[in-house]
């Protein structure tokens, strides 16, 4: 059982880049979510997910696009990357609110 | 629209002693759930204990238990026998209850332990 699973888990983009961050997991969560963490903000929803087929916006969700085709996986596609999008990123899952989520080991991105 | 407030940036204990570190929230719902998690220098995000409010009872995981006190919004976390492998940013984070605004955690900004040996 592997969990979360995000890929990469470090990436550099130049300016007006796009890339794709790669989220997975296998344990039949219904809810999926896109955290990014900065120094002294803690964590921020950026999109979150109830189920396949069902996306909607967090707090910071400028700049970033997510689509949920299956229950699995949740990518989240950065449209042309800027500075104030360094940070670290981090999926998380979960099955039920009592729960909690489960997250994944984070992707760092930089962008120059 | 709740928050979650970590009054401690940064706090240290000695090895063997114990620590607690403090969580308050503010909300106009009833019924939720509430965590802590820890993150290690590795990152990785791990879940410590949980508290359901409808719960009275205090919830404990082994050395880490909690003091919840619902009337006041306060959620603390006390580690005893703080260890080592205890040093982390600990994050308080909240979870509401109610469909269709569940689906998310409110996180505080995090306190940083330092054990010392």
């Known amino acids: 059982n592997a969990g979360v699973t995000q890929t990469p888990k470090f990436q550099v983009l130049k300016t007006g880049q796009s890339m794709t961050l790669q989220c997975a997991q296998d344990m039949n969560h219904e809810y999926m979510s896109w955290y990014r963490q900065d120094p002294g903000m803690g964590l921020r929803l950026i999109h979150y997910s109830v189920g396949a087929g069902i996306t909607d916006q967090g707090e910071v969700p400028n700049g970033y696009n997510v689509s949920r085709s299956t229950t699995e996986d949740f990518p989240l596609r950065l449209l042309s990357a800027a500075p104030s999008q360094t940070s670290v990123y981090f999926c998380?899952?979960?099955?039920?609110?009592?729960?909690?989520?489960?997250f994944g080991s984070g992707t760092r991105l930089t962008v120059v | 629209a709740q928050t979650v407030t970590q009054s401690q940036p940064e706090m240290s204990v000695q090895e063997a002693e114990t620590v607690t570190l403090s969580c308050t929230y503010d909300t106009s719902e009833s019924d939720y759930y509430l965590f802590w998690y820890k993150q290690p220098p590795s990152r990785q995000m791990i879940l410590v204990i949980r508290q359901e409010a409808y719960k009275q009872q205090n919830a404990t995981e082994n050395r880490f238990s909690v003091n919840f006190q619902k009337a006041a919004k306060s959620f603390s976390l006390k580690i005893s026998d703080s260890q080592l492998g205890d040093a982390a940013m600990y994050f308080c984070a909240y979870r509401s209850a109610p469909s269709g605004s569940n689906y998310k955690l409110t996180f505080g900004k995090g306190t940083l332990l330092t054990v010392n040996p």
């Open positions: 998380a899952s979960s099955s039920g609110l009592r729960h909690g989520y489960t």
